[in-house]
């Protein structure tokens, strides 16, 4: 197996995972199987994305979602709501753009302002238009193995992974952490691909120990640098899902510095998982497209 030139082979220090290199290699991916997509149905994969509210990191994954998937050859089509929008406005807006048959696929932003009940919200999403693989539909195909669209976050983890190791059959999983958006997912993923799992979380005992344990480990818990390097078994694969903003910047889950000299591989934060992400998001927005025309497109996730 060759290695992708996003996969930097570093001498004494963990292979550098870029995942901003790795999302670029993906967009073209998606691009190209856009623009034939659209020739055969006669219009573009169109994303409609939900934002409500202020919160200037939403803001900025919104815009950014925008333009990569404009910059893709689809359509983006963008609602901003106020903060104080009604929990009931917001169930009309998926329902308006459910029955819109030129949308393929719908993002809701999170966090969503506290008075709104996130749960009704995704749950009002047609599954069809579920790119973002969170409505208990997506999530019982994933559990039955079943085909469908799966959450953006764990399966970008899923792929560089294959990426760096190839085969991940019988390698021990550890997962950081039990959000609906990555932890538990990630878990069932990484499952489909024949790895033994361990979800551990705020809870699990000794959890140094455990995570010593991994050879792919994903942390996931939100707690910055809380992974330190003597948690990390030699050469093990390490994904930072984590982005904390603290007084120093931009930080992850994982203590870099000290981990880079105990891990096979690594990603950074910034430019690691989060750019991973949105291609994902992209991915699926294509697929929901080619599923809803009952067309076939080549899965840029796959290999
Ligand atoms: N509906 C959803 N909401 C949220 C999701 C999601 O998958 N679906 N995930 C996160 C936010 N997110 C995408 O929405 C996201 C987070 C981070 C990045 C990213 O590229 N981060 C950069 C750093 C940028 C910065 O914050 O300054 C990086 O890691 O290099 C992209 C998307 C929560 N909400």
Known sequence: MSTPDFIRHREGLASLIDGKLAAQAL??????????????????????????????????YVRNKVRRTEAAGMISQEFRRPADLAEADLVA???????????????????????IDTRRVVETIDPAKDVDGLTATSAGRLVLGADGLRPCTPSGCVW?????????????????????????????LFLEQNCTVTLAHSRTRDLPAV???????????????MVQADWIK?????????????????????????????AGHITPVPGGIGPMTIAVLLANTLKAAAARTGETIADPLAG
Not at 35 to 51: E, F, M, Q, T, Y
Not at 93 to 115: F, R, Y
Request: hydrophobic share 45%; glycine share 10%.
């Open 211 to 225: 995570c010593r344990s991994a050879d792919i480990l994903i942390a996931a818990v939100g707690r910055p640098e």
């Open 234 to 262: 030699p050469g093990a694969c390490v994904l930072d899902v984590g982005i904390n903003r603290t007084d120093t910047g931009l930080v992850g889950d994982v203590a870099f510095e000290a981990s880079e000299k105990a």
């Open 160 to 188: 560089l992974a294959r990426q760096a190791l190839g085969d991940l059959s019988g390698l021990h999983t550890v997962v950081i952490g039990r959000s609906i958006l990555v932890g538990k997912p990630a878990g069932l």
């Open 93 to 115: 807006l998926v329902e308006t753009l459910n029955a819109d048959p030129a949308v393929d696929g719908i993002l809701v932003q999170m966090p969503l302002p506290a008075h």
């Open 27 to 60: 967009d073209s991916a998606v691009a190209s199987e856009a623009a034939s997509l659209s020739a055969r149905i006669g219009r573009k994969p169109c994303l409609a994305v939900v934002l409500v509210g202020e919160d200037p990191a939403s803001h900025v």
